[in-house]
């Protein structure tokens, strides 16, 4: 026996109508429409706006290069020209109210001066010789010059020259010996 | 071209069908409308998406099966029996309820609901959302000759499982 797919149809057909006829008489097609159109309105008015992360990615993209144009190029720009120099003197008078600053300008004040009196207190004849040293060697530069032998003394020219070239050379060794050990006398004393 | 808002009022026309549609998913029409609702409120967020003027009904239906395939699967529909259990205390003589909850009725329901989900799309757009061949094959992207042999198919396992159970 060979099934008829129109008795099928047919049969599937009436359990459909049944089933949606007795939905529809359980809740109306007017009750619905108008259930649904409630609910439309009120999602429509609770609606978010419509942030930037919603809109397509092309606006979104062309907004933020906008802002980048707008603010931040214009505030680097700002920076370059004055920020550095306001900076700078904003750094400068913070640091002059400091006390550590005040003490650093004050200790190099005290060691100029300690400085100035240690060479007033130099020994007088180191300072004699440094003196007398000074002014040979700017009689030296007028004198014209001369070659000496191994002893220091004229191959064979003026005596006078010879003995003030002698002197000057005893004198120079002389005032480098000493300032070397008032150095190292100091060094000592300084600890 | 038209705006949004009066492409919705074009596609609420289709409420009565979209319902139908649903309640070939669940088993009560209270599930039925909350479906169909749903179903509009995706259909409105997502207005945008939709192209192809002509096939608004085919775009609508396409909403209405996901969001019941969705639901479904989401909720199982955990508070049918309770919402039943209501309608029996409200009014369990009156003659709408007297059928939902019949025998014949049930059995069809759950012969349906047995069906594979490729049978039960086709069944239910065909036989529920009252669409043509065509526009079910529109909706569903597939080819008209698989709607009709879907069709058939779904059609008479649906006979095999009633005549199972009784």
């Known amino acids: ?191 | 071209m038209k705006n949004s808002s009066q492409v919705m009022e074009e596609l609420m026309d289709y409420s009565n069908v979209v319902f139908r549609f649903c309640l070939g998913f669940v088993r009560n029409p209270w599930d039925a409308e909350e479906l169909m609702q749903e179903t509009y409120l995706r259909a409105l967020k997502n207005i945008h998406t939709l192209r192809d003027m002509k096939r608004k009904k085919e775009w609508l239906f396409r909403i209405a099966r996901n969001t019941c395939l969705n639901m479904v699967k989401r909720r199982k529909m955990y508070d049918l029996r309770l919402r039943e259990m209501d309608v029996q205390r409200e009014n369990p003589d009156s003659p709408e309820r007297q059928m939902i909850h019949s025998e014949q009725h049930l059995r069809f329901k759950d012969s349906v609901q047995n069906l594979p989900t490729k049978l039960k799309d086709v069944f239910l757009l065909k036989e529920y959302g009252l669409l043509t061949c065509g526009e079910i094959a529109s909706a569903l992207r597939i080819k008209e000759g698989t709607v009709m042999s879907r069709l058939n198919r779904a059609r008479e396992t649906i006979l095999e499982h009633m005549k199972e159970q009784l």
């Open chain 1, 1 to 191: 026996m060979t099934k008829n797919p129109k008795d099928d149809a047919s049969q599937i057909a009436d359990c459909v109508k049944k089933d949606t006829q007795a939905a529809f008489d359980i809740l109306s097609e007017k009750e619905l429409r108008i259930r649904l159109e409630k609910r439309m309105e009120h999602e429509l008015r609770n609606r978010p706006p419509q942030g930037l992360f919603r809109l397509k990615w092309s606006w979104a993209f062309a907004g933020a290069l906008t802002f980048f144009l707008l603010v931040t190029i214009p505030l680097f720009i700002l920076k370059d020209s004055a920020g550095e120099h306001k900076a700078h003197t904003a750094i400068k008078n913070f640091l002059q109210g400091t006390p550590g600053v005040q003490s650093l300008k004050e200790w190099r004040e005290l060691n100029r001066m300690v400085l100035s009196v240690k060479r007033e207190a130099e020994p007088s004849f180191i300072r004699q010789m440094r003196r007398s040293y000074d002014q040979t060697q700017r009689e030296g530069l007028t004198t014209p010059s001369v070659v000496l032998d191994q002893t220091g003394k004229d191959s064979g020219g003026d005596s006078d020259t010879s003995e003030k070239l002698g002197r000057m050379i005893r004198e120079r060794s002389i005032y480098r010996f000493l300032s070397k050990y008032s150095k190292h006398f100091e060094e000592e004393k300084n600890g």
